[in-house]
């Protein structure tokens, strides 16, 4: 439902096309259906450290797929890589509250919970790895950002 909600032929892709060739990659990318799809987004969602503008309809649908409890994706690893990828990015645009970067750190700390679920899954320890690196940029509560990183510490010891 969140790649409907955008008007990706309105959104301008890194590769200078609009975003709607994204969908086919997003679509394989959602129903977890090939590993390195989430990668082939990779210069047309940021180029390098720069965000690109496609990159906060990106990072909004990225953050719904992780929120989808039901489903079990082959590629959650590469889906909290994407995340790392938006909160790695430098800081541009006119004012920092409009910049591409904040707005996909806005959406990400929207569904902060999702992001200490995989912290705190006990699966992958690649997924906890990133959803921890993640955390290190959009918490804005150091304290409980500090409680949940002791608590999984505490439990893999």
């Known amino acids: ?79 909290l890589w994407l995340l790392c990828g938006f909160v790695g990015c430098e800081e541009y645009g006119d004012s920092v509250e409009s910049s591409l970067y904040w707005r996909c750190v806005g959406l990400i700390r929207d569904g902060i919970w999702v992001i200490y679920r995989e912290l705190l899954s006990g699966g992958d320890v690649e997924c906890a790895s990133y959803a921890s690196d993640i955390l290190e940029v959009v918490e804005r509560d150091p304290e409980r950002y500090r409680y949940y990183a002791d608590l999984l510490d505490r439990n893999s010891n």
């Open 1 to 79: 439902m969140e790649i409907k909600r955008h008007d990706w032929n309105s959104i301008e892709c890194g590769c200078g096309q609009s975003a709607q060739h994204l969908l086919s990659i997003l679509d394989v990318a959602v129903n977890g259906q090939s590993r390195s799809a989430v990668r082939a987004l990779d210069d047309h969602v940021f180029i390098q450290s720069n965000l690109m503008p496609s990159a906060p309809a990106v990072c909004a649908v990225a953050m719904a797929v992780l929120a989808d409890a039901e489903k079990e994706m082959l590629n959650k690893r590469e889906i």
